[in-house]
Nanobody
Framework: QVQLVESGGGLVQAGGSLRLSCAAS????????MGWYRQAPGKQRELVAR???????SYADAVKGRFTISRDNAKNTVFLQMNSLKPEDTAVYYC?????????WGQGTQVTVSS
């Protein structure tokens, strides 16, 4: 059974940095894509960043130039380095891993940016 375990969320002041990690276990194969979504209170879940096999990467416009996604394929782990954080980045961040048949989700980690 595949499980995604996230870590690294927390409270930070505006302008600060956080690094999120997501480790996938229970799969003998690498995933086609891994990445991060976020959901702020009262808003829909939105894509933040994703990285595909072969290292093709895409970012939401709101985070370009501030966030960096990376991946350790050998460990099925994905990271999100978040710099220059803004209060509007406050949300629950969810890791996902897209397999051949289905997509898996982490439990979410809270990121709160104070002004």
């Amino acid at each position: 059974q595949v499980q995604l375990v996230e870590s690294g969320g927390g409270l930070v002041q505006a302008g600060g940095s956080l690094r999120l990690s997501c480790a996938a276990s229970g799969s003998a194969f690498s995933f086609n894509a891994m990445g991060w979504y976020r959901q702020a209170p009262g808003k829909q879940r939105e894509l933040v960043a994703r990285i595909f096999t072969g290292d093709r990467i895409s970012y939401a416009d709101a985070v370009k130039g501030r966030f960096t996604i990376s991946r350790d394929n050998a460990k099925n782990t994905v990271f999100l380095q978040m710099n220059s954080l803004k209060p509007e980045d406050t949300a629950v961040y969810y890791c996902y891993a897209a397999g051949t048949v289905r997509t898996y989700w982490g439990q979410g980690t809270q990121v709160t940016v104070s002004s």
